[in-house]
């Protein structure tokens, strides 16, 4: 609303203040003007009662794959389609930015590239995504062992400790550990920066975890509290989330600086060359540094660091923790995937060439980011009117929005779609092997893996959009290969040496969500030693 009231600003005549008043009346009451698109109404209790995916799904199902939620005043369009998917974040990508996303971010991430207007997205993607490349990954596997190696060891350490009590068994938050898994991780891989937190806390790490819960209040509250004026010296959690916010820029700051200063002709030449080895610092942070010498803006790196940091943690720790949950319910498939380990690891580490090996505990990791995208909504708002193609059903002629309509895509609707999936609720990592022809369902290319040859794991193109857990279209999430990697030698190592099961029913672990879905009060599970 704000941005339309906004963007049509005529010379304020008293019969223009009427005009406007009454246009922004009907647009009041008909919840935006969205024509003849099939109308959601939401009740508060839908916004705060349990998370939104949920009923976004319920409606999907009543209204179709593309209808109108409104809520009072507020208007969003639910997307559940991939055509329209497809459309908005690849086709006709640059006519939508983040809209209530980048609000919400901006504060925290600055010019990163989640949140970062156009002019600065273009010009940072072309630098950030090339230090993705393979042979960077490929080292990043040592760093991804070895933190999962520390976790490993501590359990190993309070299983012994039962031991002396006699008893086999631990029982602990898996949620928790994979948080700090990532979390170092995430700071190793990124700025080569050790949190150490699977053993430790510090004041950065209690500063990281501040700051993230802010971000995910920020993001299930629907009013901008944060920009009330003053509020920030004024509201204690505000206090708090800016002074989390000036030890985290302080850190980042300082590890700038520092690789500014050790910037070393020979690791440049290496670099250059795409040689990681005896590399001391494969980290992100080197190569951007080193790759663009002294010249690159401190406050820019500094917003590209930060949003790495929250982009690439709790993502990845919420894809250990479904994946944990869904294997402990399916006892068979665990087995089956500790087969595969066994089979290509026996007892040794996994390393690069191991991933491609491992295809079970790969497709387990695709499977679980189908039934638990992270983040279950990507978040647009037109810049301009718009018209939309029709749906995948191919009787509707599409629809036009307006510009400043705020669009959810629906990870989660797709993902779990009908028409699209057998059996879209059951947790099979196999399905992604089996390929899904197109015939009853129009402009749709169906699921083939042939359309993404060479890729390690089923993406959005194999799947023609259906499948979306990194996004798609040219603001595909940077750092998609880094997490699977890291997901897939994660759970190896962990299945290698444990067996586990849920403390509780699979009932009691009640899911919450903010920017990622988790749990409400952590995933509590038994863990024992392999024999
Ligand atoms: C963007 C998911 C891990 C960095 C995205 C997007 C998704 C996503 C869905 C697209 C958002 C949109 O279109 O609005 C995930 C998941 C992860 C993960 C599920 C873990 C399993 C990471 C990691 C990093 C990272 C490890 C960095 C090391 C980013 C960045 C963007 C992004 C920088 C913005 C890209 C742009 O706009 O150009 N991520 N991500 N992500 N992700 Fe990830």
Redesign the pocket.
């Known amino acids: 609303f704000r941005v339309r009231c906004q963007s049509t600003s005529p010379p304020r005549t008293k019969r223009n203040i009427l005009d406007n008043a009454s246009n922004l009346l009907t647009n009041l009451l008909s919840g935006g003007n969205l024509g003849s698109m099939p109308t959601a109404e939401g009740a508060v209790s839908d916004l705060f009662g349990r998370p939104l995916f949920f009923s976004l799904y319920d409606w999907f199902i009543e209204h179709g794959s593309v209808y109108k939620l409104a809520f009072g005043p507020k208007a969003f369009v639910v997307v559940s389609d991939p055509i329209v998917a497809r459309y908005i974040?690849r086709e006709n990508a640059f006519s939508y930015d983040?809209g209530v996303l980048a609000d919400i971010l901006e504060p925290i991430m600055g010019k990163g590239?989640?949140p970062a207007d156009l002019d600065t997205?273009k010009q940072r993607?072309r630098v950030i995504a090339p230090g993705f490349h393979t042979l960077y990954l490929e080292a990043m596997t040592s760093v991804f062992t070895k933190c999962s190696a520390r976790t490993i060891t501590k359990f190993e350490n309070l299983i012994e400790v039962a031991k002396a009590r006699g008893d086999e068994t631990i029982e602990l938050d898996l949620e928790g550990e994979f948080s700090s898994l990532a979390l170092d991780i995430?700071g190793l891989g990124?700025f080569n920066y050790e949190f150490g937190s699977i053993t430790k806390e510090s004041p950065v790490i209690k500063a990281v975890y501040g700051t993230l819960f802010e971000a995910e209040h920020r993001s299930t509250f629907y009013i901008p509290y944060w920009k009330v004026p003053l509020a920030r010296w004024v509201v204690p959690r505000q206090r708090k989330f800016h002074a989390d916010l000036k030890i985290i820029n302080d850190c980042l700051d300082g590890l700038i600086s520092n690789a500014k200063e050790t910037r070393q002709e020979a690791d440049v030449e290496k670099l250059q060359q795409r040689d990681y080895s005896n590399l001391k610092d494969a980290s992100l942070l080197r190569f951007l540094v080193d790759m663009r010498g002294a010249d690159v803006d401190d406050r820019q790196l500094r917003d590209d660091l930060m949003?790495?940091l929250i982009?690439?943690h709790e993502?990845?720790a919420a894809?250990l923790t479904w994946a944990i949950f869904l294997l402990a319910q399916n006892q068979s498939k665990l087995k089956k995937a500790q087969e595969e380990i066994d089979s290509v690891l026996g007892q040794e580490l996994p390393n690069f060439e191991s991933i491609k090996e491992l295809q079970y505990i790969r497709l387990i990791v695709a499977e679980t980011?189908r039934l638990y995208p992270?983040?279950p909504l990507?978040?647009r708002r037109a810049l301009q009117e718009d018209r939309l193609p029709g749906g995948y059903r191919g009787d509707e002629d599409g629809f036009t929005i307006p510009a400043g309509t705020d669009v959810f895509l629906s990870v989660y609707n797709l993902h779990r779609s009908p028409y699209f999936w057998d059996n879209p609720d059951d947790f099979e990592p196999e399905r992604f092997l089996t390929l899904r022809n197109n015939d009853n369902i129009d402009g749709w290319s169906g699921f083939d893996p042939s359309r993404s040859p060479g890729a390690l794991y089923p993406n959005e193109i194999v799947a023609d959009f259906a499948f979306l857990?990194?996004?798609g279209g040219p603001?595909?999430?940077?750092?998609?290969q880094?997490?699977l990697m890291e997901?897939t030698i994660a759970l190896a190592m962990l299945l290698q040496k444990f067996n586990v099961e849920l403390k509780g029913s699979p009932d009691s672990v009640e899911l919450v969500t903010g920017a990622t879905i988790h749990t409400k009060h952590g995933l509590w599970c038994k863990l024992r030693r392999r024999a």
């Not at 603001?475 to 998609?480: E, F, H, L, P």
Request: charged share 15%; proline share 6%; aromatic share 10%.
């Open positions: 974040l983040k590239l989640i997205w993607r995430i990124v949003t790495m982009a690439g993502t990845t894809v980011l992270q983040p990507l978040i857990p990194f996004g603001r595909k999430c940077v750092g998609d880094f997490a997901s």
